[in-house]
């Protein structure tokens, strides 16, 4: 799976295909949680999150890991477009699976549109990875796709959700072919969710999980 071939449309293919939609669950809780002091971006992108977070919460340390280097390198020039710095803001090239942090530093992961890239079997390291590296009070951040309840909506998701995966596939190499849902994985982990926020007829999601110490 590699995002750079896709990297410099991928903002313009955003807006064309969901307006403001995505921003709105990547955005959802930033207002509510507590302030963090070491936060975990994973897929992060662009940095469509990554700005907006740097505004509010400048003193947090930041890791920002994505497997594509040409998204890492826009998510740095969002930044100082903004007049933000880079001060205590790590940037990783690597894929998730391939890397690991030694000490459990995080008390605040955030996976934005990143865990639907994942089969189940990925779904279930990648989490538990994941987990092994937050505190015992962390916070977890999920927005992302899902298939709607039923009737028309679920009809709906289930259409462009299959166009997705195979546009991407063909694009980036995805491996995953459908969407695994990431609560049981999360929950193995010590999260449960706090509160979540749907849009688009259920097609969206926002969550917003914690690990009770």
């Known amino acids: 799976m590699n995002f750079d071939r896709i990297a410099p449309f991928y903002n313009a293919m ?110 279930d390291t990648i989490v538990s990875k994941l987990g092994s590296m937050a505190m015992d009070d962390a916070h977890w951040l999920v927005a992302d796709f899902q298939v709607a309840g039923k009737g028309a909506a679920k009809w709906r998701s289930r259409v462009i959700l299959g166009l997705l995966y195979r546009f991407f596939r063909m694009t980036a190499r995805l491996e995953a072919q459908s969407l695994v849902a990431p609560d049981s994985a999360l929950a193995a982990a010590g999260f449960h969710r706090v509160e979540r926020k749907t849009w688009e007829w259920g097609l969206l999601k926002s969550e917003w999980w914690r690990r009770t110490a």
């Open 14 to 123: 955003e807006t064309w295909f969901a307006g403001r939609c995505l921003q709105r669950c990547r955005l959802a809780f930033l207002e509510q949680i507590p302030t963090p002091s070491h936060a975990l971006m994973v897929g992060e992108g662009h940095g469509k999150f990554l700005v907006p977070f740097r505004r509010k919460f400048p003193d947090a340390r930041v890791v920002v890991i994505d497997g594509s280097a040409r998204m890492l390198e826009m998510a740095k020039a969002a930044l100082l477009k903004e007049g933000l710095d880079t001060e205590g803001i790590r940037f990783v090239h690597s894929m998730i699976g391939d890397w690991r942090e030694r000490e459990r530093t995080f008390d605040l992961i955030v996976t934005n549109f990143v865990l639907d890239c994942l089969t189940a079997d990925q779904m």
